[in-house]
């Protein structure tokens, strides 16, 4: 199938794409990478009057190195961030993760805001930037607002996001030198969707511990205490509670034992591989 006819708009500053946005009666869809977009438009799954393409506007493909956060703009592409375009504040956790998403050509074009605001719960921004502690900041006409990236996300496929309203930024905290994370995401290839992901974070100096429980059928479980879970982070996998984390998962609603089970490996793999 091929898409509705729609009118296309390619503003270069925000608060323009901003105006096109909050047209009254116009059903308006913004493109960044296009890679989930593209074929919800050739499905026909949305079929906007409008779409505006965010490309063109710098704010969206900058970075700014705060000194106790980056902020990275919502264009930057997952290969941005793999070949260290980007700073890296996160001691690799994000070169590492953006390099495991999908393949080159996918990565070359998709975008962490545009990641975030599709929603995908196997995808692997939402859930590397809960458990880093990321908040994204969104611009509309009703002003700007930061929320944490758990909370953008509400539901599969759903974000929090207004029709007048634009996700500008991600402000990603600066890691401590003592930080360890791990990642690890259950798939049966190498770049596809993940099924189970383990997610989790321990910065000592800063007092965070963090663990999250990704790719579930909605938005990721996360732990803003985990030290009862992964300790202070030294030897986290002697620390680990398999049985507790089972019986976390089936209160979440995993019913399914082998669903349950591959969420628990995929964050006790993540503890083993912490760095
Ligand atoms: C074959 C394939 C395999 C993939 N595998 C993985 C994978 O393993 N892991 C993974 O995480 N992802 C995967 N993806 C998804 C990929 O990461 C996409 O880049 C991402 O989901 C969407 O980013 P995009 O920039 O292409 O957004 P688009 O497709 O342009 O937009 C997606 C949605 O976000 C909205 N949007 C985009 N930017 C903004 C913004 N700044 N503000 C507000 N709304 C915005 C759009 O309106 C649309 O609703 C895969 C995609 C493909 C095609």
């Given at each position: 199938m091929k898409p509705v006819n729609?009118?296309?708009?390619?503003?270069?500053?925000v608060a323009s794409a901003i105006r096109y946005l909050a047209q009254d009666?116009?059903?308006?869809?913004?493109?960044?990478?296009?890679?989930?977009l593209g074929p919800m438009l050739n499905m026909r799954l949305v079929q906007p009057d409008l779409i505006v393409d965010i490309t063109a506007i710098e704010e969206l493909r900058s970075v700014q190195d705060r000194s106790d956060a980056i902020v990275i703009g919502a264009c930057v592409s997952h290969s941005d961030i793999e070949d260290r375009r980007v700073p890296d504040v996160t001691r690799g956790a994000m070169a590492s993760v953006a390099s495991g998403i999908a393949y080159r050509a996918v990565r070359n074009r998709g975008t962490i805001g545009?990641?975030?605001t599709h929603a995908d719960p196997s995808a692997d921004w939402i859930s590397i930037l809960a458990a880093l502690g990321a908040d994204v900041t969104l611009n509309g006409s009703g002003g700007s607002r930061t929320i944490a990236v758990e909370n953008y996300m509400v539901g599969a496929l759903e974000a929090d996001i207004a029709q007048s309203e634009l996700l500008v930024s991600?402000?990603?905290?600066?890691?401590?030198?003592?930080?360890?994370?791990?990642?690890?995401?259950?798939?049966?290839?190498?770049?596809?969707?993940?099924h189970a992901i383990g997610a989790f974070l321990t910065d000592p100096d800063r007092g965070v511990s963090r663990a999250?429980?990704?790719?579930?059928?909605?938005?990721p479980f996360v732990m803003t205490d985990a030290a009862a879970l992964i300790g202070d982070g030294r030897n986290p996998e002697r620390v680990f509670d398999q049985d507790a984390v089972g019986r976390l998962c089936e209160s979440l609603g995993m019913t399914d034992p082998i669903d349950r089970q591959t969420h628990v490996v995929a964050l006790r793999r993540a503890i083993e591989r912490a760095h």
């Open positions: 729609f009118d296309y708009a390619r503003p270069s500053e009666g116009v059903s308006a869809k913004i493109i960044a990478g296009g890679q989930s545009g990641s975030l991600i402000t990603v905290p600066k890691l401590s030198a003592s930080a360890r994370w791990g990642y690890y995401k259950s798939c049966r290839k190498t770049g596809e969707f993940a999250v429980i990704g790719a579930t059928e909605t938005r």
